[in-house]
């Protein structure tokens, strides 16, 4: 069973950093998702299973950072210049398929991590 431990969430202020990490019992390829209340869940970024190609939704790209260490099987998101619209509850997913493509279809990842809330004040 395919385990995804997310952290590093919490409470700053905007134009602030965060960096949240998901710690994997593998390797995958693997994406960062986020959930706002009363809206969908979103893509913000994604990594290969090498760490060879990023993608970004445009809402981060210049301000996330997606790596991952993989003697580690740990994933990271670094947030520079946070804004107040940047609140959500931030999921690590995983695809199971080996070196799967990155994705930003949420239907495509089988694994998600337990979720860790992010709050922007402003």
């Known amino acids: 069973q395919v385990q995804l431990v997310e952290s590093g969430g919490g409470l700053v202020q905007a134009g602030g950093s965060l960096k949240l990490s998901c710690a994997a019992s593998?390797?995958?390829?693997m994406g960062w998702f986020r959930q706002a209340p009363g809206k969908e869940r979103e893509f913000v970024a994604g990594?290969?299973?090498?760490?060879?190609?990023?993608n970004y939704a445009d809402s981060v790209k210049g301000r996330f950072t997606i790596s991952r260490d993989n003697a580690k099987n740990t994933l990271y998101l670094q947030m520079n210049s946070l804004k107040p619209e940047d609140t959500a509850v931030y999921y690590c997913?995983?695809?199971?398929?080996?070196?799967?493509?990155?994705?930003?279809?949420?239907?495509?990842?089988?694994?998600w991590g337990q979720g860790t809330q992010v709050t922007v004040s402003s």
């Open positions: 997913a995983a695809r199971r398929m080996a070196w799967a493509t990155v994705s930003r279809l949420r239907n495509e990842y089988d694994y």
């Open positions: 593998g390797r995958y390829t």
């Open positions: 990594i290969s299973w090498g760490g060879g190609n990023t």
